[in-house]
């Protein structure tokens, strides 16, 4: 069985935005590329961030999404030269374990004939994941507000009222997903509840309603952010430099370590305060300039099969 040439891009994301712990996700314009070619046998091939550390064979994590596919959907796909250039920082919450598993389910299901809906692929991709707040705007786009009901992901698109700048700060040091959940404590105060739902509600209702000077108090959290200090100190300098510079709203990007800003207008002056007060906090790191990507994961090319919002 042979194919045409494609090529998949998936987007990073940020979970959490703040309040939304394990229930928002927020697609963002830095995208990890796949170019899929016929080959002898499967062979991946990284460039760009983390090419030194992730594997090249099959204990690739995208290499090893297909294999999933392949097994759960009944799939005989010929084998592949994954060429990937990652544009996405590794264990900095952006996403980037997220946008290896949807490349990896999307090649599978492209390779066998694009028979797939996208919802088949976004379950697989959660249960893969083990969260869905990630890989249902890397797969879809843009602020998805997400659950798991009966063992199922349902999700909901949150309209952005008006276009968003996105300032990050991203430090050299890794805050793996591991270690960020292990000192969240298992139990929380009811005040502590209600206080994140509350601005929950808010971040939604302002992103919807592009009432943004709500975003400063809907980015707030006490359930994840306050014990995640204790592995980033630095966390309420940058939080503070941040909102002192102009931005709308700030929060942890996922597990960490990136610190993400909402900016309406031009984002390089929050993003060079926040990287000013980490030089005098002794963190090192660097900023990056991006925005809210509406659109989800691309397939493009000769090879490719064209269908579903996901395409």
Same mark, same amino acid.
């Given at each position: 069985?042979?194919?045409?040439? %494609?090529?998949? +891009?998936?987007?990073?994301?940020?979970?959490?935005?703040?309040?939304?712990?394990?229930?928002?996700?927020?697609?963002?314009?830095?995208?990890?590329?796949?170019?899929?070619?016929?080959?002898?046998?499967?062979?991946?091939?990284?460039?760009?961030?983390?090419?030194?550390?992730?594997? &090249?064979?099959?204990?690739?994590?995208?290499?090893?999404? /297909? @294999? @999933?596919?392949?097994?759960?959907?009944?799939?005989?796909?010929?084998?592949?030269?994954?060429?990937?250039?990652?544009?996405?920082?590794?264990?900095? $919450?952006?996403?980037?374990?997220?946008?290896?598993?949807?490349?990896?389910?999307? /090649?599978a299901d492209q390779l066998?004939?694009?028979?797939?809906?996208?919802? #088949? /692929?976004?379950?697989?991709?959660?249960?893969?994941? $083990?969260?869905?707040?990630?890989?249902?705007?890397?797969?879809?786009?843009?602020? &998805?507000?997400?659950?798991?009901?009966?063992?199922?992901?349902?999700?909901?698109?949150?309209?952005?009222?008006?276009?968003?700048?996105?300032?990050? %700060?991203?430090?050299?040091?890794?805050?793996? @997903?591991?270690?960020?959940?292990?000192? /969240?404590?298992? =139990?929380?105060?009811?005040? #502590?509840?209600?206080?994140?739902?509350? =601005?929950?509600?808010?971040?939604?209702?302002?992103?919807?309603?592009?009432?943004?000077?709500?975003?400063? +108090?809907g980015t707030q959290d006490?359930?994840?952010?306050?014990?995640?200090?204790?592995?980033?100190?630095?966390?309420?300098?940058? %939080?503070?430099?941040?909102?002192?510079?102009?931005?709308?709203?700030?929060?942890?990007? $996922?597990?960490?370590?990136?610190?993400?800003?909402?900016?309406?207008?031009?984002?390089?002056?929050?993003? #060079?305060?926040?990287?000013?007060?980490?030089?005098?906090?002794?963190?090192?790191?660097?900023?990056?300039?991006?925005?809210?990507?509406?659109?989800?994961?691309?397939?493009? $090319?000769?090879?490719?099969?064209? =269908?579903?919002?996901?395409?």
């Open positions: 069985m042979t194919f045409l040439p %494609f090529t998949v +891009t998936v987007p990073a994301s940020s979970a959490n935005l703040g309040p939304g712990f394990d229930a928002l996700g927020m697609a963002i314009d830095l995208v990890n590329t796949v170019r899929v070619e016929p080959a002898d046998q499967w062979e991946v091939v990284l460039t760009g961030e983390g090419a030194e550390r992730l594997p &090249q064979g099959d204990r690739n994590l995208m290499h090893r999404s /297909i @294999t @999933t596919a392949a097994q759960r959907w009944g799939l005989r796909l010929p084998p592949a030269r994954l060429s990937c250039v990652n544009e996405v920082p590794l264990s900095r $919450g952006l996403g980037s374990s997220s946008t290896a598993v949807v490349a990896g389910l999307l /090649i066998a004939g694009a028979e797939r809906h996208e919802d #088949d /692929i976004l379950q697989l991709a959660s249960e893969i994941e $083990g969260h869905p707040d990630n890989v249902t705007p890397a797969l879809l786009g843009g602020v &998805q507000a997400c659950a798991l009901a009966d063992g199922r992901v349902v999700h909901a698109r949150v309209p952005v009222a008006r276009p968003l700048g996105l300032a990050m %700060f991203v430090p050299n040091v890794p805050m793996p @997903t591991r270690e960020a959940r292990r000192v /969240i404590p298992r =139990r929380v105060d009811l005040y #502590d509840a209600v206080y994140n739902v509350s =601005r929950a509600c808010l971040l939604v209702a302002g992103l919807a309603s592009g009432e943004y000077g709500a975003l400063r +108090t006490m359930l994840h952010q306050p014990p995640r200090m204790r592995l980033f100190p630095a966390m309420p300098v940058l %939080f503070h430099a941040a909102l002192e510079a102009g931005a709308l709203g700030v929060f942890l990007s $996922g597990a960490g370590s990136t610190i993400m800003a909402f900016v309406e207008g031009d984002p390089q002056p929050v993003a #060079d305060a926040m990287a000013q007060a980490a030089v005098r906090d002794g963190v090192p790191g660097r900023r990056l300039i991006t925005r809210v990507r509406e659109k989800g994961a691309e397939i493009e $090319g000769p090879g490719a099969r064209g =269908r579903g919002t996901a395409r």
